[in-house]
């Protein structure tokens, strides 16, 4: 168990510019989420998948924010034609089973802060 | 839709004194409710959650939290602050199997 691992660490980008963000989950992990999150608020859900099926998207979350999960393990978050609004921490999470088993939980990555200039 | 308001962005206490962090929520159905704790520089961690059964739920680190239906609030304590103590802490709700909806955060601060 490595953990969530999310790259890049930091994005620097010029408004207009389209950026790209992995998430490598824990491997057994079946679940994967996206938030964001600015700074003095918490993580705000962006979308989830179960395995490679996007089964929920923000309805905050504009046309220009795409995300997969092809095989079912890594996914990537694609924000197109970036905004200062868009700056924030992009957070994703896994987890193995729903939330409301017993012993489940989201394991976090460290997050990609992404800055707009 | 559900959601929670955390009372308080900033609290500060002194060592060894009651840590109180207040969480209400809202929400249709019997809610999932979670704390998480972010320490500086790391990702969130869980500290506890309420599914069902006993409402006084214990977590690490010394934290606790009750599930009160009648005052819809999911308050967190932990009796004597450590230093360690110092982060920021999220309550949070899961309306479904899938999504948790946070709070915007309570920062808590430990005068020595």
């Known amino acids: 168990d490595t953990g969530v691992s999310q790259d890049p660490r930091h994005k620097i980008t010029k408004r207009g510019q389209n950026v790209t963000f992995r998430c490598d989950p824990i491997?057994?992990?079946?679940?994967l989420y996206w938030y964001r999150q600015t700074l003095g608020q918490g993580p705000e859900f962006l979308t989830y998948f179960q395995n490679e099926a996007q089964l929920e998207k923000s309805r905050l979350l504009s046309d220009r924010f795409s995300a997969e999960r092809p095989k079912g393990s890594f996914s990537t978050l694609e924000i197109q034609r970036t905004e200062q609004g868009d700056s924030a921490m992009y957070l994703c999470a896994s987890s193995l089973g729903y939330q409301g088993a017993t012993n489940e939980k989201l394991f976090f990555g460290s997050g990609t802060q992404l800055s707009v200039l | 839709a559900q959601s929670v308001t955390q009372l308080g962005s900033h609290v500060s206490v002194s060592e060894g004194a009651l840590v109180l962090l207040r969480c209400n929520y809202s929400?249709?159905?019997?809610?999932?409710l979670f704390w998480y704790v972010q320490y500086p520089n790391q990702g969130l961690q869980l500290l506890l959650k309420y599914t069902t059964g006993a409402t006084l739920v214990k977590g690490i680190n010394g934290f606790e939290a009750e599930f009160k239906k009648s005052e819809t609030s999911f308050h967190l304590t932990k009796p004597s602050a450590h230093m360690s103590d110092a982060a920021e802490y999220f309550c949070?709700?899961?309306?479904?199997?899938?999504?948790?909806?946070f709070g915007s955060g309570t920062r808590l601060s430990i005068r020595p």
């Open positions: 929400s249709s159905v019997p809610p999932y």
């Open positions: 491997s057994e992990h079946n679940r």
């Open positions: 949070a709700v899961t309306p479904s199997a899938s999504k948790i909806i």
